[in-house]
């Protein structure tokens, strides 16, 4: 199987679909200190975007706009793990945020689509791409 840069491969592409619970979601600050999340709100929009609605960011949000890079980490009903790393996009306008307003809760502030676009991929130790 052909793997293209940048696209999500075929079995992490069917683990997203089959995710078990909230992700993990990481940033890191401009000294490198990590920050990770719960988030329960995400959707893939694309196999090169995974999207989180940033309802309740604060330390997270302030890493995004300073240009932090980030993963996203998920596990599967069957308990594989699934991590995918790249850089970070928000959009507080356009097709991402409106497509985010469609699907995250309306009790939530979805103040903005955050879109980590794939680069990498691992499951466990293994690289996928």
Not at 27 to 51: H, M, Q, R, W
Request: one cysteine or more.
């Amino acid at each position: 199987m052909e793997v293209k840069m940048g696209l999500l491969p075929e079995a992490a592409s069917r683990a997203w679909d089959e995710r078990e619970g909230a992700v993990v979601f990481t940033t890191v600050d401009d000294k490198g200190n990590p920050n990770s999340i719960y988030a329960t709100c995400v959707s893939k929009f694309s196999e090169d975007s995974l999207v989180v609605a940033d309802n309740y960011f604060d330390k997270t949000r302030k890493n995004i706009l300073s240009g932090s890079r980030g993963s996203i980490l998920f596990i599967t009903r069957e308990g594989r793990s699934f991590q995918v790393k790249g850089r970070i996009e928000y959009h507080k306008v356009g097709e991402l945020f409106d497509d985010m307003k469609k699907w995250n809760p309306p009790h939530h502030p979805g103040h903005a689509a955050v879109v980590l676009k794939v680069e990498e991929v691992y499951s466990g130790a293994e690289r996928l791409l």
